[in-house]
């Protein structure tokens, strides 16, 4: 455990580092989600009553998101990672007496969480003081809050869970490239980082709600707008739950294979 | 130009020499300008209508905004690499050639996977050209052709202004993407729809309405004004400044000695 610790803390100091980069970056979130509201106010003046939930609750999803962006953006990889398996490193990482797959996870982790710290407070601070209803609300309850954070860390080792079977595919295809603007593309939507999934058509929300992309950022911004309520909550923080254990798992008997018969490519 | 397309045909073969990443990455622009589109579906599958634009208008809309987009990115998109072309020297190697500085970083990247994006664009195309109600008399198609080339000279613009920031900061400055992609992904709606503050920023400081708003008015027929048609022409002309922008950053580009 505590060698995986270390690795945590590594790669979290490392990422610390580009505080410049992370004033750009909190200046293009900032705005692309102001467009993004702005977008959704438009369609707001013409169909008020048919609004899946309030402008203020759509308001503190879409700040959420833009603010912990860097959690669950699904289009980021580590290409450390990527380049370790296709250039042969990974024998180097074959000797080491740690998993990989604990250490991958990890690190995926820590990069993720170093940005979503620098750039999330100046987001949110901000879209505290900004007019109604365009500001982000206090979580619907002091209960929902607490709900808030719990889902909010299994949606993001959701995230990671899955994002490790992208990593171990590319021992069987070699090439990640084509893979991951594929799959990216198909969670965004899915996940609901193209539009919150309550937008989407009612039959389609009922199949998109039980896959594992609703249950990455989806799931912790409705309990803290306080769209899901009572067993709403419940049942879809179990799912998040289950797709945690199942996609480990999944990725664990993968990893396992696809080493049994890795191919070293020269030194 | 002759020598323009012998640097595209080697670039071509180049990247399909990896036949399967390739087709991938194409596959792959496709879906990602797909998923946009399922996002706009959704929303008028819900809402019917925005601002009073109709579902096909706003789908022209964005063809427009998709078809200019993915040209510029496609031969343009040297620019977007140009903080790696300077932080490795190569803009060094391109200074003393006897060719024009422009052209040779023009063709050092053509992005021809970037297609899949336009394979899209096409699509929609023929999905809400017949269906948008706009009779296409002579004049339409004037303003849709000047539309799209207002549309891919506005981009190679900025594409050219983020590339010469480089030479004042070496990296690649994150926040001009909220010009660029950020341009393309909300001009998919007509432009008035964020509000009179945003339309007048994207009429005098990027002049991204100039291409996309004023002339898409003309073509629906909102407004008879022969100025809106040609408002695109403005556009095209932004690229003027871009250019005397890129020849002071060149003045000023001091190399980093790698």
């Known amino acids: ?26 200046v293009t979130q900032f705005t692309w989600g102001g467009l993004t509201l702005l977008m959704f106010w438009a369609f707001y003046q013409n169909g008020q009553n048919i609004f899946p939930m309030t402008f203020s609750e759509l308001s503190s999803y879409i700040w959420l998101q833009q603010a912990l962006l860097a959690l669950y953006m699904a289009w980021y990889f580590d290409n450390d990672i990527f380049d370790t398996i296709t250039s042969g490193n ?86 990640p490239l084509g893979i991951r603007i594929l799959v990216t593309s198909v969670v965004e939507l899915l996940a609901g980082g193209i539009i919150p999934i309550p937008f989407f058509p ?66 | 130009m002759k020598l323009y397309l012998k640097y595209a045909s080697i670039i071509l073969r180049c990247q399909l ?14 879906l990602v300008a797909f998923s946009t589109f399922l996002g706009v579906y959704f929303m008028f599958n819900r809402f019917g209508s925005v601002n009073g634009f109709t579902y096909t208008e706003v789908l022209l809309c964005f063809a427009i905004m998709l078809t ?35 052209f040779q970083v023009l063709a050092s990247r053509i992005e021809f996977s970037r297609i899949g994006r336009l394979f899209q664009a096409i699509a929609l195309f023929m999905y809400a050209i ?11 198609i004037i303003t849709l052709a000047l539309m799209l080339l207002g549309g891919f000279f506005v981009f190679s613009g900025l594409f050219i202004i983020y590339a010469t920031l480089c030479f004042f900061t070496t990296e690649g400055l ?49 407004t008879d004004n022969i100025l809106y048609m040609l408002a695109p022409v403005a556009g095209i002309a932004f690229i003027v400044p871009c250019l005397i922008f890129w020849k002071i950053g060149v003045r000023h580009y001091k190399s980093t000695g790698s």
């Open chain 2, 17 to 30: 020499q990896y036949k399967v990443s390739f087709l991938m990455s194409t596959i792959g622009q496709f």
């Open chain 1, 90 to 175: 990974i024998s180097y990482e074959l000797c080491r007496p740690v998993d990989i797959y604990t250490m991958w996870f990890t690190k995926n982790m820590a990069v993720r969480l170093s940005r979503a710290l620098l750039r999330s407070m100046p987001i949110l601070i901000v879209a505290v003081f900004l007019p109604k209803p365009f500001n982000i609300s206090p979580p619907a309850s002091v209960l929902s809050g607490l709900l808030f954070l719990i889902s909010m860390i299994l949606g993001f080792l959701v995230l990671i869970a899955f994002s490790m079977l992208i990593y171990i595919s590319t021992f069987y295809t070699m090439s």
């Open chain 1, 202 to 267: 009612q039959s389609l929300q009922t199949i998109i709600n039980v896959l594992p992309f609703a249950s990455m950022q989806n799931t912790p911004f409705l309990i803290y707008n306080g769209y899901f309520e009572g067993n709403d909550i419940l049942l879809s923080m179990l799912l998040q739950i289950g797709w945690v254990i199942t996609l480990m798992l999944l990725g664990r008997v993968l990893m396992r294979k696809a080493l049994r018969k890795v191919v070293i490519h020269g030194g």
């Open chain 1, 1 to 26: 455990m505590k060698k995986y610790l270390s690795f945590f803390r590594i790669r979290l100091i490392n990422g610390l580092q580009y505080r410049a980069a992370a004033w750009a970056g909190v």
């Open chain 2, 174 to 222: 994150e926040f001009m993407n909220i010009f660029t992609d950020g341009t393309r992904e909300f001009g998919k709606y007509p432009l008035s729809i964020y509000g009179e503050g945003i339309l007048k920023f994207l009429t005098y400081v990027v002049p991204v309405a100039l291409f996309q708003y004023y002339p898409f008015l003309y073509l629906i027929g909102r």
């Open chain 2, 68 to 102: 200019s987009f993915s040209l510029a990115e496609c031969f343009v998109r040297g620019f977007d690499a140009f903080s790696g072309i300077i932080s490795n020297g190569e803009f060094d190697r391109i200074m003393v050639r006897p060719r024009n500085e422009i």
């Open chain 2, 130 to 140: 017949p269906k948008s109600g706009v009779l296409w008399s002579v004049d339409k």
